[in-house]
């Protein structure tokens, strides 16, 4: 028996999204949410200090800012600084507002169902304010000798990226698991995951839902089963990577 997790990140615990996953080969997985205390910043760094060395956890939230903007920051510091040349009929700030994982997702290289741009702009949106929150829980592990590898390719401590929006359009074809309804987000997830007992499906928070599905994305990252930055590794283990289950992955398949 094994055990993934996934976190939907808030600055606010009450907003903040927890679910663990127990798979049994050949079987689905078994799903439950942690509420109260353990979605606090606090208790979450104690829990992935716990299990981060044999469990892997998924985190819907970047892990880093894009490293242009990085460089545009500390130049401006010091007086006006041009911004890098954007395409034509980009805004200004085009080359500055996502990381290359955020360019990779939405490229031409992956599936339709992930031709969509992230939401938000860790750089110009509220969504910062959430990456400043994990960088806290990041910090708090370091000082636990626990080293977070931001690109997500490690395996001493089993902690990645996801976007739980970009997996649910690759496996069912729509927007996000919290705008479907309760039967079609059961009926997508119901081939790999069953609410333990004491626990269901109509029982889930919107981020809980989200927290299931990284949940999910986890236990592909287990499998070796996600995208991984090839070619970006360096940049990726500075700003972050989203992880994604492969092309090829149907999520009967993850059942083990």
């Known amino acids: 028996m094994s055990r993934t997790w996934g976190v939907d990140l808030s600055t606010t615990p ?19 949410w942690h509420r109260g205390e353990a ?9 992935i200090a716990q299990t981060a060395s044999s469990e892997w956890w998924a985190v819907d939230v ?27 009929g980009e805004t200004p700030w085009f080359q500055v507002a996502r990381r290359v994982t955020d360019r990779v997702v939405t490229g031409p290289g992956f599936p339709d169902g992930r031709h969509r741009t992230p939401g938000f702009s860790v750089t110009f949106d509220k969504l910062g304010a959430t990456a400043a929150a994990w ?22 401590v089993k902690v990645c990226e996801t976007y739980p929006a970009a997996a649910w359009r690759l496996w069912s074809q729509q927007d996000n698991p919290v705008s479907a309804t309760i039967a079609v987000y059961k009926s997508v997830l119901d081939k790999v995951v069953s ?49 994604l289950p492969l092309a090829d992955v149907d999520l009967p398949e993850l059942l083990g």
């Open 14 to 32: 009450s907003k903040t999204g927890v679910v663990s996953v127990e798979w049994k080969a050949g079987r689905p997985g078994e799903f439950a």
């Open 39 to 47: 979605r606090t910043r606090e208790v979450l760094v104690e829990k």
């Open 62 to 88: 970047p892990f880093g800012w894009p490293d242009g903007w990085a460089e545009f920051v500390t130049r401006h510091r010091t007086g006006p600084s041009a911004l890098p040349p954007a395409p034509p």
């Open 135 to 156: 960088a806290s829980i990041e910090c708090d592990l370091h000082r636990r000798g626990i080293a977070i590898d931001r690109s997500g390719t490690g395996d001493a």
């Open 195 to 243: 609410p333990s007992e004491g626990f269901s499906w109509e029982k889930l928070t919107d981020h809980e839902r989200d927290a299931l599905v990284c949940a999910v994305v986890a236990r592909a990252r287990a499998l070796e089963r996600t995208a991984l930055p090839v070619d970006h590794l360096d940049v990726a283990k500075q700003e972050g990577w989203i992880h």
